[in-house]
């Protein structure tokens, strides 16, 4: 299993692109390339080790629908380290693991994403900061992308019968639809609320005869 870089600088820049990431640390800001990865698999196991501020951050490429992420993290610094692990998505702060309030050994971690993602290329970071005058260590491993929640789009389908519109809802069970109806897709009016319990879930509208057209949509509550 490959690893990253170790980086101990109070500040830096990370450049991320396609292929590669370009790392400024230190003093001199003297850019360090990082050798080619594949893009679009997260690191087996990495290692941070700081008296300050260490960055860690690399480029990965989402192909499925992700919202979440886990790994597994274990400090391993001294005695009287108080060591704060930060996870960043982009350049937002997703969570954070704090030395002195964690157990022992190698414990694992979920955060979840600022929101759902389908496809395109992301930064992921970790950033250790110690605040004391004992150096503090963290070794991340298992990181993983996934995905919670429905495992699909629920599906709309309508059926008509003279005056009797059908409705019908598919999609995964145990969530609760608000079924929506609209005559011009601009002003949406609620007409029922759907507990898809076992997948499948039915409105019948009667009184449509007169009605040229009408369009429905289902938001998850």
């Known amino acids: 299993m490959s690893r990253l870089p170790e980086l101990r600088s109070n500040s830096g820049d990370i450049k991320v692109f396609d292929s590669h990431l370009i790392l ?13 990865s594949e893009m679009g698999k997260m690191p087996a196991s990495s ?33 009287d380290a108080a060591g704060l692990l930060t996870v960043y998505w982009n350049t937002t702060e997703i969570g954070s693991v704090d030395e ?32 004391t005058n004992v150096v503090s260590s963290v070794t991340v491993t298992n990181t993983t992308l996934g995905y919670f929640g429905p495992s699909g ?35 949406w009016v609620p007409i029922a609320i759907l507990a898809n319990t076992n997948g499948v879930a039915r409105f019948t509208e009667t009184n ?13 509550r």
């Open 47 to 79: 290692n941070l080790a700081s008296d300050e501020t260490a960055w860690i951050a690399f480029g990965t490429r989402v192909t499925n629908t992700v919202n979440f992420i886990t790994f597994a993290a274990e400090f391993t610094s001294p005695a």
């Open 100 to 131: 002195k309030t964690v157990l022992p050994g190698l414990q694992p971690y979920s955060f979840e994403l600022p929101t759902s993602y389908f496809t395109g290329h992301f930064v992921l970071g970790f950033r250790l900061d110690s605040f």
């Open 153 to 187: 789009q629920a599906i709309l389908s309508i059926s008509r019968e003279k005056s009797v519109t059908t409705v019908g809802l598919d999609g995964a069970p145990g969530y609760t639809y608000l079924l929506q109806s609209s005559q011009d897709l601009t002003q």
């Open 208 to 220: 449509t005869v007169n009605v040229n057209r009408r369009f429905y949509r289902a938001e998850r």
């Open 24 to 36: 400024s640390v230190g003093s001199s800001l003297r850019p360090q390339s990082v050798r080619k």
